[in-house]
């Protein structure tokens, strides 16, 4: 199995695991990164670069939380309203309304 090194996406900066079951484990990418947030994607019909219709392989993209709270783009946040007439809430992300304040320290 490849070991490999998790960096965010935006400013290459490494995210270690969130904790360690034992020492040498070569698997520890199944573990949530620790300050950052961990994205997976099986593909998407529109995608052009990877859409795995067949096996299960994905992508996993990590983006650190400095980067997550003054981000270059657009992050949005969405949440399911399944009872009402709009099903899903979608917002501009904003960390501190959500009750997230990244102070670098």
């Not at 935006?10 to 199944?30: H, R, S, T, Y």
């Not at 980067?67 to 099903?87: D, H, L």
């Amino acid at each position: 199995m490849l070991r490999y090194e998790r960096k965010c996406l935006c400013c290459g900066k490494e995210v270690g695991p969130a904790m360690i079951l034992k020492e040498d484990k070569d698997d520890d990418f199944q573990i949530p990164p620790n300050g950052a947030l961990a994205f997976v994607s099986h593909g998407n019909f529109g995608s052009a670069v990877f859409d795995r219709i067949t096996g299960c392989g994905r992508l996993e993209i990590y983006i650190c939380d400095e980067c997550i709270s003054k981000p270059k783009g657009t992050v949005y946040y969405v949440e399911p309203q399944p009872f009402k007439r709009e099903n899903l809430f979608v917002e501009i992300f904003d960390p501190k309304k959500h009750g997230y304040d990244y102070n670098e320290e």
